[in-house]
């Protein structure tokens, strides 16, 4: 019956990578955030993250928003450098107009860096766009 469960495709929301200036431990570091691009408020935000690839795997990390307002964004977590050279996924579920949606955000291993970054949406900081 899964089948017949329908799960509206994602639009205009986003995961980003964001290289920024940690002032406690004065170092540059890679944080992800959740954007949130649309014209309505994005409810009861799950977030499953991982890191894996062939044998290696992360630990599961797991963040709940309750609401992200229209055109917001929120950091998830900080990314460890060790971890870039894996496959990072972000399994995304939350509610907008009382509907439910799902979607993997990955960025693939060794395409988190400086070479590869560019301007977001709503974040006013150059940074990667999950896939």
Do not use: C
Not at 53 to 58: A, Q, R
Not at 74 to 82: G, L, M, S, V
Not at 93 to 108: G, I, L, S, Y
């Amino acid at each position: 019956m899964r089948k017949d469960i329908e799960v509206p495709k994602v639009e205009k929301v986003h995961v980003a990578a964001v290289r920024e200036f940690n002032k406690d431990f004065r170092v540059d570091e890679w944080n992800t955030y959740i954007i949130n691009n649309k014209n309505v408020s994005i409810e009861m935000i799950l977030i499953v993250a991982k890191g894996y690839d062939g044998t290696k795997e992360t630990s599961v990390m797991r963040h709940k928003l309750e609401k992200l307002p229209p055109h917001s964004f929120a950091k998830i977590e900080f990314i460890q450098d060790e971890v870039l050279g894996l496959n990072n996924e972000y399994q995304v579920t939350f509610f907008a107009e009382n509907k439910m949606f799902e979607k993997a955000f990955v960025f693939k291993k060794n395409s988190v860096n400086e070479a590869n970054k560019k301007e977001l949406p709503i974040i006013p900081k150059l940074g990667i766009l999950a896939e």
